[in-house]
């Protein structure tokens, strides 16, 4: 366990943050291509040691405190018969989900054993791990695999998905026990926290997100108090009421459209994770370096008691072709200057 992510999670007042992103053990990285091109994308996930050798690749190389369960959010489609493959064009699944399909969805028994790849690979990545780095899981959020299987992408204005909203409470009836269960599997693989990652959350109203996604999160925190963290892409604070923030959340993460000092009032317990604009990794040095500056500054005007629980990270996932010696600096950046 990294010492400093669990001060994080306690909230317990330090300098120097943890440091994790999003998909850093990704198509950027050298270590991903070289194992990429030995191997497919399934492969990797689904057999353990390859699985624990994406993930520890940018932990030895970037020392972030950190790894995470190399997978996909998908794979509960797959558990439930929809089919799933990885193709140029993204991963595609085998139909979609609408009034006519949903009832060939599988039994939830034979898709909990089905997921059991992902609880092998958690323990396969700890075991190859160094003793004080912390190791966390994920699955998808509920209302973004519910998008994924209406509309085969979470990118649009998701108009069939919100038309075809009377079919979520029927889509949880599988989705939300064998969510439950996956998540247990991680948790007896090792992981330390599970992530649900909602990527399709930012795309609907704040009033859309407290009537149909946030009575699902709700059970899904209070079945592991304490143990679950939440992020979602393209939210603001005002979608999170009290209700929301008063559950048992580990932590929450925000994107970079969020103004991070500001969400350690949203979630006032916990770890709060991010976010800085991964598009900025890109920029050439000067600019890259100044745009670290400026969103470390707010940060250091803190004092310790008021950024207690920050993980420091992305907005988002680290993009494809991001320069590695831009991550490389800002971890040494991050550390140098909050030291």
């Not at 190859?128 to 992408?153: D, H, M, Q």
Request: with cysteine; charged share 20%.
């Amino acid at each position: 366990m990294n010492t400093l992510f669990k001060n994080a999670q306690q909230r317990t007042p330090q300098a120097v943050p943890p440091i994790w992103f999003m998909r850093q053990a990704g198509r950027y990285h050298k270590h991903y291509q070289g194992l990429r091109s030995q191997h497919s994308f399934m492969d990797l996930c689904k057999k353990p040691e390859l699985a624990a050798q994406v993930a520890l690749g940018p932990v030895a190389e970037f020392d972030f405190d950190v790894s995470i369960l190399f997978s996909d959010i998908l794979f509960p489609l797959e558990a439930l018969g929809m089919g799933l493959d990885y193709t140029d064009h993204g991963p595609q699944l085998g139909f979609k989900l609408n009034p006519e399909t949903i009832n060939t969805l599988g039994s939830v028994d034979k898709a909990v054993e089905f997921m059991s790849f992902q609880k092998e690979a958690m323990k396969a990545t700890r075991a190859v791990l160094p003793s004080n780095k912390s190791l966390i899981g994920f699955v998808g959020g509920p209302w973004t695999l519910f998008v994924y299987a209406v509309e085969g992408s979470h990118a649009g204005s998701l108009i069939q998905s919100k038309t075809l909203i009377h079919l979520f409470p029927k889509f949880l009836e599988k989705m939300y026990p064998l969510l439950k269960e996956n998540i247990r599997l991680q948790f007896e693989g090792g992981a330390e926290t599970v992530m649900v990652f909602d990527t399709a959350a930012g795309e609907v109203s704040p009033l859309f997100f407290q009537e149909w996604i946030q009575p699902v999160l709700a059970r899904i925190a209070q079945d592991y108090p304490g143990k679950i963290g939440y992020y979602s892409k393209g939210t603001q604070s005002v979608f999170f009421n009290k209700a929301f923030a008063e559950l048992p959340w580990a932590g929450q993460g925000f994107d970079h459209r969020c103004w991070i000092p500001d969400s350690f009032k949203v979630q006032n317990k916990g770890f709060v994770q991010g976010n800085f604009d991964q598009s900025l990794l890109f920029m050439d040095d000067s600019d890259f370096k100044k745009a670290l500056q400026t969103f470390l500054t707010p940060m250091k005007a803190m004092t310790l008691q008021e950024r207690a629980g920050w993980v420091c990270g992305l907005g988002h996932g680290v993009l494809p072709k991001t320069p590695e010696k831009n991550v490389k600096l800002f971890v040494e950046t991050v550390r140098k200057e909050l030291a």
